[in-house]
């Protein structure tokens, strides 16, 4: 099983990865995870994109591409993945279709989850408290929901029928 999440920040894409990943057995890989995992470590990576994600904007294409590509090419990741984060923009899809097309792979599903937008915000606060991450403020906030509606809500779009979309049931 070959899969990808998308939705808001706030919209829980972490919490249900987890839990779909574990039924299939195949590994949740969230880029935001990898990024935040560099910063603590200190590594050139971390040093790079520790000021973009604070700001809430996109890490560059060409750096979120290679340790998407790197993390894929690891064995556990052979027979099927959870992509949790990405692709963000058009720009990613391609360079995931290029992945996909050259080593002989193809997406089984696309899960988009939706919440109403209000709510986002106010759970994006809650898990500042929760978690103390460092771009849950309210401006960085306001930033990455921006990013999110320009950026990433198209590919909804793109992948058309091969999309699972899931209602959030706070949403009505
Ligand atoms: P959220 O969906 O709540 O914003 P993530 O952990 O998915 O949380 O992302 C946190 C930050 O990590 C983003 O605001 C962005 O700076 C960076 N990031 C994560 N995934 C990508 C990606 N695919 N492309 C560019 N930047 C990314």
Do not use: C
Request: aromatic share 6%.
């Amino acid at each position: 099983m070959r899969m990808l999440i998308m939705g808001a920040p706030g919209a829980g894409k972490g919490t249900q990865a987890g839990a779909i990943a574990e039924h299939y057995g195949i590994p949740a890989i969230s880029t935001g995870d990898m990024f935040r995992t560099n910063i603590k470590n200190g590594t050139e990576l971390g040093q790079k994109v520790k000021s973009i994600m604070d700001a809430g904007d996109l890490v560059p294409d060409e750096l979120t591409d290679a340790i998407v590509a790197d993390r894929l090419n690891q064995d556990d990741a052979a027979d099927g993945f959870l992509l949790d984060g990405y692709p963000r923009n058009m720009h990613q899809v391609q360079s995931l279709d290029e992945y996909l097309t050259e080593h002989g792979q193809a997406l089984d599903a696309v899960v988009s989850l939706d919440v109403d937008p209000q709510l986002l915000t106010e759970r994006l606060l809650k898990r500042a408290q929760i978690e103390g991450r460092s771009d849950d403020n309210e401006e960085t906030i306001r930033t990455r929901l921006g990013v999110y509606r320009e950026e990433t809500f198209p590919l909804i779009e793109h992948y058309g029928d091969a999309i699972i979309s899931i209602e959030d049931e706070r949403f009505y």
